[in-house]
């Protein structure tokens, strides 16, 4: 247990909202997207979070112990279906005049965006905690 | 009378790896604050230094010769997790105010107990400098 692994776990939580700050601003740079390269509209994509274990083998070996690492992200991409808005002028629209637009809502992703900035802060917060008791520690015996 | 003459050194010790321990729970909650169905963790160490009943976790240190000596490090505090089902809809219970306010009346705790060992150490130099430090 030391201090630095602790900045270690703030360290994952940043980089996981970071990632999904990332997809939030991937996600409503394409809004409007219609063509991707894998065919059809573009796909939302999503950061799922998971909880790290450090050591997960040996978590029976002493059950008692703390294993918490902070935490791990993957990206998935939401298989909801595409949006169909009519407008026929649409050089991506079909007979019917409808156009498969992402499957973007705007709102919820200014929502998870307004998250993800504030549990980014709050780590910080946890990790400038953790750097200040690191270098209270170094003043050991100076006193 | 030896260096330690009494067991402060060790009981500081000991409080300073329990808010060690807290301090890493709270940032492995906090940074699962977004993660579904995450519960969070918590560590009451002050029970556990008051329990007298208390087995520290012995971790010695390897040594490599006899004459070398072996420091109990690491005192293992049980960490217990928090099941209650919470407020939000993703079964994370985490509460960002209720670990802030831990996290800060950790950090003065563990700011006491390091300016306590300070003291201590002061004293002995003040005294091994026959008064005149």
């Given amino acids: 247990m030391s201090l630095l692994s602790i900045m270690d776990v703030s360290a994952s939580g940043l980089n996981c909202e970071k990632l999904r700050m990332e997809l939030i601003a991937q996600n409503i740079a394409n809004i409007e997207t219609t063509k991707t390269s894998a065919g059809g509209p573009y796909r939302r994509q999503v950061a799922v979070f998971k909880e790290t274990l450090r050591n997960e083998l040996n978590r029976s070996a002493n059950p008692g112990k703390f294993m918490g690492a902070g935490v791990q992200a993957k990206i998935v991409t939401d298989n909801a279906p595409a949006l169909m808005v009519y407008d026929p002028q649409h050089p991506d629209a079909g007979q019917d005049g409808m156009v498969a637009k992402p499957n973007i809502n705007l709102a919820n992703e200014i929502v998870d965006s307004i998250t993800a900035s504030r549990a980014y802060g709050a780590n910080v917060t946890v990790f400038n905690a953790t750097k200040s008791m690191a270098l209270k520690a170094l003043t050991v015996g100076r006193g | 009378m030896g260096f330690e003459v009494d067991n402060?050194?060790?009981?500081?010790?000991?409080?300073?790896?329990?808010?060690?321990?807290?301090?890493?729970?709270?940032?492995?909650?906090?940074?699962?604050?977004?993660?579904?169905?995450?519960?969070?963790?918590?560590?009451?160490?002050?029970e556990q230094l008051a329990n007298p009943q208390r087995k520290p976790a012995q971790l010695p240190l390897k040594v490599t010769r006899a004459r070398h000596i072996s420091i109990p490090v690491n005192e293992d505090f049980a960490v217990t997790r928090d099941l209650s089902p919470g407020l939000r809809a993703d079964g994370n219970n985490v509460n960002l105010e209720q670990e802030m306010s831990l996290m800060v009346k950790n950090n003065v705790y563990f700011n006491a107990a390091l300016n306590q060992i300070n003291k201590k150490i002061a004293v002995r130099k003040y005294v091994l400098s026959d008064g005149r430090g």
Avoid: M, Y
Wanted: net charge positive; charged share 20%; glycine share 6%.
């Fill in chain 2, 8 to 46: 402060t050194f060790r009981v500081i010790e000991a409080s300073l790896n329990g808010s060690l321990a807290r301090q890493k729970v709270i940032a492995h909650n906090v940074s699962n604050i977004n993660t579904p169905g995450f519960k969070r963790f918590l560590v009451d160490f002050e």
